[in-house]
């Protein structure tokens, strides 16, 4: 059994501005770096024994901060758990995206990444880190829209609708061939 948990970065400035973030390379902010500790401290009484990270920086430093306290290293960067591409909606808030393209803007082709190619990639560098280490129980940071896409790559049946909490934590388990959840965007960690 291969346990996997997938944890959402720390919270941004964009972030609390409603921004869509996507490729743009945005560190935490003073809020972010308190909730990767929090959910750090929540951790450390759980045994795991790898952390990878998006490429991303805000990823890489929530990654960065929960292995410090772990006191295991950064075992890599996987650039195919990056969050989707914003394309010409990306930095913008839903206010802007509707004065520049219209209310309709979601329709429109603004050259985003599509959640069938998010979906394979992430499905892809989870499997990998799945084979690379069997039997382990393996951290990896990245980011709401790609681990939604990927989760519903993997557990077909599963509910993604609810969008995921900055430093929530959603654990899978990889039997054999087939991956089940056990745990959903938890976040239970911020509320004490």
């Not at 960065?64 to 990306?90: C, K, S, Y």
């Not at 980011?143 to 934590?169: C, E, F, M, Q, Y």
Request: proline fraction near 3%.
């Amino acid at each position: 059994m291969t346990r996997i948990g997938l944890i959402r970065h720390g919270s941004t400035s964009w972030n609390q501005e409603g921004r869509v973030q996507g490729h743009t390379d945005n560190p935490l902010d003073e809020e972010g770096f308190r909730q990767a500790g929090v959910l750090a401290e929540r951790l450390s009484g759980e045994a795991w024994d790898y952390i990878y990270s998006s490429d991303l920086l805000r990823a890489r430093q929530t990654a960065e901060t929960i292995a410090g306290r772990l006191g295991i290293p950064l075992a890599g960067l996987v650039p195919g758990i990056r969050e989707m591409n914003g394309g010409l909606i990306e930095g913008t808030t839903e206010s802007e995206r509707i004065e520049r393209f219209g209310s309709q803007w979601k329709t429109m082709e603004l050259k985003l990444e599509s959640q069938e190619l998010a979906r394979e990639r992430g499905v892809r560098a989870i499997e990998e880190l799945a084979a690379r280490h069997p039997g382990s129980n393996v951290l990896v940071v990245s980011h709401g829209a790609i681990l939604r896409s990927t989760l519903a790559g993997l557990v077909p049946s599963l509910d993604v609708s609810v969008l995921l909490k900055n430093t929530s934590i959603t654990c899978l388990v990889k039997e054999n061939d087939s991956w089940s959840c056990e745990l959903y965007n938890s976040a239970e960690h911020m509320d004490g």
